[in-house]
């Protein structure tokens, strides 16, 4: 306990918040119930699961680690991921923008290593089939626009209905999004009013399997990501791993690490974030052309399977927790 307990004290000074004495309990609570053969803690984020980890492994006497992802790293003060980088024995994130950033705050750059997530080809196996070549020209056969990702700021829907609200009434297209969040009845209200809600499937939350068929079944994906006024952001959303290893072209915005996936015209598509109009361009490109759609799903599908291997990553985890 004592050893635990000055660190926190410091932690305390600078965030007086119930949340950072609500970790200092949970770290109690960890400490007490951890088997006696435990010889290592690893926390899955930056933040909150970090300082867990940490007031436990000062606690225990064990060393720890951490992977960092996207909200943890941007949300969280640079004093206190200084100071657990230099207490952590190592940091793993996955986007060439975070290790950038964290190495900097490192006692050393090589503290820090990049692991892209990556995608298990197990779960999502290549689709085995054309898609039709839609090109917005026929209302009863519209072209079957798609994104996946939880109703929040940083996520740009606002942005999306807006571009969407600025394609040419002879471009036919569908919308089908899936998630939750705490934005959807607003955004379902926004899209009632600009006279989109008959073009738009709004699904709610889905389990895999039903999220996949829409992979399969959709012509493009687009997912308008931008910096929330809080400093949120995505990293490298998985969904986009997801939608190209299904052969669809994305669009999407030069946030974070997107660029680290998608290079832009031949690997699918980017606009800067908040750009409205570049994003109803590319919209009516990809609805339009039904040849570049073709031509950015199969590159990038190429580049997914070539350069953000699941197995790599994984292998390079096991690495750095030694035998």
């Not at 399997?209 to 997912?223: G, S």
């Amino acid at each position: 306990y004592a050893p635990a307990l000055s660190p926190w004290l410091r932690d305390l000074g600078r965030d007086p918040t119930p949340n950072r004495v609500r970790r200092f309990g949970q770290a109690l609570v960890l400490a007490r119930e951890l088997p006696g053969d435990v010889r290592w803690i690893h926390a899955h984020f930056l933040h909150t699961p970090a300082s867990v980890a940490r007031y436990a492994a000062l606690m225990l006497g064990l060393p720890w680690s951490c992977s960092a992802h996207a909200k943890d790293v941007w949300t969280t003060p640079a004093w206190e991921k200084a100071e657990k980088l230099a207490d952590c024995r190592w940091l793993v994130t996955c986007t060439q923008t975070n290790h950038d950033h964290l190495a900097q705050l490192a006692p050393a750059r090589r503290h820090v290593d990049l692991v892209y997530h990556g995608l298990d080809g197990g779960r999502f196996p290549p689709p085995g089939h054309c898609r039709p070549p839609r090109n917005g020209n026929d209302a009863t056969d519209p072209v079957i626009l798609l994104s996946v990702g939880r109703t929040v700021v940083k996520k740009g829907y606002d942005d999306l209905l807006d571009a969407l609200g600025r394609l040419p009434a002879t471009l036919h297209w569908r919308l089908v999004h899936i998630g939750g969040g705490p934005l959807l009845r607003k955004l379902k209200r926004r899209a009632q009013r600009d006279g989109l809600s008959g073009r738009i499937s709004w699904m709610g939350s889905q389990p895999q399997d039903a999220v996949l068929a829409q992979y399969r079944a959709a012509d493009a994906f687009v997912l308008a990501c931008r910096i929330a006024d809080d400093g949120d952001r995505d990293g490298l959303p998985n969904v986009l791993m997801e939608a190209q290893s299904q052969g669809l072209a994305c669009l999407s915005t030069a946030v974070s690490a997107i660029p680290e996936l998608i290079v832009t015209g031949e690997t699918g598509l980017l606009v800067a974030p908040g750009d409205r109009a570049a994003l109803a361009e590319s919209l009516a490109r990809l609805i339009a052309d039904a040849g570049l759609r073709k031509r950015l799903g199969a590159a990038g599908m190429e580049r997914l399977c070539t350069s953000f291997s699941f197995e790599d990553g994984i292998n390079r985890l096991a690495k750095r927790f030694g035998p």
